[in-house]
């Protein structure tokens, strides 16, 4: 069963557009959301995260917008850029107790120029 | 800090032999975890240690996989006999206390026969 759930599969942008990702979760228990970047050959990396008690936090021209009564977060990239286009993956872990990330099938994107 | 080592990078095999991947996690790290990722399935995480006690290890697909951490500084996933459906990358990753963020390795793309 998917912990977290992630939507669109793919999205194709031009650049300079908004490419918003769509992550959605059930189990309460989970506090912290992160979202993962990856590029080609290489592994996920640590892009953006959030804890529920906020419902927006930004680090340059990434967003994650949190709706914590929906179960629901995104991530928006501002201004986006062909040097974006990788697959992005959001993930969930527990407030308490094992210490693993449950990971969205995640999202390839594409800016095109 | 080196990161997260992972070897081989590549490993291509026949049906029926033995696969050993290898992980050197980031020094200082209480936790390590092997997943794989496949277009299909995304990221499934296989098993996890906490000061190399095994965890959780209800992701790995049967019998004929199995993962050791023999100290704080290796681990190895062990596939016997492998199977062209266990053709995957697969990644390990390491945090540290308190429950920080995950660091993924380079994968290993493996191709079985």
Known sequence: QQQVKQSPQSLIVQKGGIPIINCAYENTAFDYFPWYQQFPGKGPALLIAIRPDVSEKKEGRFTISFNKSAKQFSLHIMDSQPGDSATYFCAARRQTGANNLFFGTGTRLTVIP | ?113
């Open chain 2, 1 to 113: 800090d080196a990161g997260v080592i992972q070897s081989p990078r590549h490993e291509v095999t026949e049906m029926g032999q033995e696969v050993t991947l290898r992980c050197k996690p980031i020094s200082g790290h209480n936790s390590l975890f092997w997943y794989r990722q496949t277009m299909m399935r995304g990221l499934e995480l296989l098993i996890y240690f906490n000061n190399n006690v095994p965890i959780d290890d209800s992701g790995m697909p049967e019998d004929r996989f199995s993962a050791k951490m023999p100290n704080a500084s290796f681990s190895t996933l062990k596939i016997q006999p492998s199977e062209p459906r266990d053709s995957a990358v697969y990644f390990c990753a390491s945090t540290g206390p308190p429950r920080g963020k995950l660091f993924f390795g380079s994968g290993t793309q493996l191709s079985v026969l």
